[in-house]
Structures are given as structure tokens and as C-alpha cells.
């Protein structure tokens, strides 16, 4: 019997020690590509968007839909919290190079304000639901797609 609980001790010890995985850990890992990342935020700002409207059609009654509407709302800051640490951590800390201020100021000063508007949009998002917020989070998210690329951006 003491076997058995010291296994199931082990067990319980081991499933509550697993680290906290980031999807972007600042290491030169090659795992993520720019596509892959661009395209996260965008289905993010979807996201988001699904639930600000979600969240006022639920708000007509909320003492029925008290449990989706709790639902729709964590899943609205969870996304718009994904985006900013998308932008600070991958693309501020990592993709932008600060070598390009001096290579191409124009390019990068657009790259930063469009990456900053993006985290203030994303706040915007979570504190009200209020669809032009995530509209315009939409088109910053192009607007930087295509400043980072050089393409156009998605149209979702």
C-alpha cells in the first residue's frame, strides 16, 4: 500500500510541475515561421470578434446566459492578451532588428507604430465590446502584415 501511494504522490508531484510552455520562447528554435505567427493573430482578432458579438446578443438576458456570457468573456481577454504577447515577445523582441533604424528608418518606425497600435487596440478589445474596436485591430494586423512582408495582408 505504501508503494501505491508513493507512486500516486510521484504522479500527482509530476503533473503539477509541468512548466508553463510559451509559444515563443525567445530562443533561435526555427519552430516558428512569420507565416504561421501572422496568420495566429488574425484568427486571434476573429476571436475576439466572434465573442464581443456573442457576448452583446448573450447580454440581452444575462441572467440566463450568465455561464456563456462568463465564457465568451475570458475567451475574448485570452485572445486579445495572445496578440499583445504575440507582438511584444515575437515580433518586438525578436523579428524587429534594430539594425534597420539605420538601414530603413521609415520601414521600421512603421513596424513599431503599427506593432504598438496593435497592443493598444487589443487593450481597447478587452476592455469593451465594442465591434469598431476589433475592426480596427483587423486593419492594423493587415496594415503591419503588409508593412512587415511587404505584401498585402490577409483578408479574413
Known amino acids: 500500500m505504501k508503494t501505491y501511494l508513493t507512486i500516486a504522490t510521484a504522479a500527482v508531484l509530476s503533473f503539477s510541475a509541468v512548466p ?11 519552430i516558428y515561421t512569420d507565416d504561421t505567427v501572422l496568420k495566429d493573430l488574425h484568427t486571434h482578432q476573429s476571436t475576439i470578434q466572434k465573442a464581443m458579438e456573442e457576448i452583446n446578443t448573450l447580454s440581452k438576458d444575462p441572467g440566463k446566459n450568465a455561464n456563456q456570457l462568463t465564457r465568451w468573456i475570458m475567451n475574448k481577454e485570452e485572445h486579445a492578451t495572445k496578440i499583445q504577447t504575440t507582438i511584444s515577445e515575437y515580433f518586438l523582441a525578436q523579428r524587429l ?8 528608418k521609415e520601414s521600421y518606425l512603421k513596424k ?22 476589433a475592426t480596427a485591430l483587423h486593419k492594423a494586423i493587415d496594415d503591419f502584415t503588409a508593412a512587415y512582408t511587404g505584401k498585402s495582408g490577409h483578408s479574413h
Open 20 to 30: 508553463n510552455i510559451s509559444a515563443h520562447c525567445q530562443v533561435p528554435c526555427g
Open 97 to 104: 532588428k534594430l539594425d534597420e533604424m539605420e538601414s530603413d
Open 112 to 133: 513599431l507604430t503599427l506593432s504598438h497600435q496593435i497592443i493598444v487596440l487589443a487593450m481597447k478589445c478587452k476592455q469593451s465590446t465594442d465591434v469598431a474596436n
